[in-house]
């Protein structure tokens, strides 16, 4: 989920109500968008596309403890210390921020951080997982969720 400036995500409100005074009073509650009824199914993924544009940029940095994860950048920050990562270790990381606070199971991680070809056992994810919860110290963060897979603990 990408979050836009003011901390929350994205929202587009898509309503039959047209009137110049529904439309700003929408904008100004906090809407990223406001399209009106009846609408082309093109525009509003056009439209869809570019709030996400606009609100990835503010979550190219995520913050937690005392780790600091640049996603654009591909780095990451422990206590100020650089903290490296397998390639495939920060794909399962980013997986897991873009998802906080989601149940995901194994074979959903495998599909996400993985690929769709990807053809080892569930158990790699396991392994991953465990040299993650090390390296940023979130063995209290990282929860394992009994005969599902994993979930990233954040407090909103």
Request: no cysteine; net charge neutral; charged share 30%.
């Amino acid at each position: 989920m990408f979050i836009n400036r003011s901390g929350f995500a994205p929202v587009i409100f898509i309503t039959a109500k047209d009137g110049l005074e529904h439309r700003l009073n929408g904008l100004s509650l906090g809407a990223d968008d406001y399209i009106v009824k009846p609408f082309e199914i093109l525009e509003m993924l056009a439209r869809i596309e570019a709030v996400l544009r606009r609100t990835k940029k503010t979550d190219a940095v995520f913050t937690l403890d005392n780790a600091v994860i640049d996603l654009a950048g591909r780095t990451v920050k422990v206590g100020g210390l650089d903290v490296d990562l397998s390639p495939q270790e920060f794909e399962l990381l980013d997986v897991l921020i873009r998802n906080r606070n989601i149940a995901l199971s194994r074979e959903k991680l495998l599909e996400l951080a993985w690929g769709y070809d990807y053809a080892g056992e569930t158990r790699t994810v396991d392994t991953h997982i465990q040299k993650l919860r090390s390296k940023l110290g979130w063995e209290d963060r990282i929860k394992t969720l009994y005969k599902l897979g994993y979930r990233l603990e954040v407090q909103p």
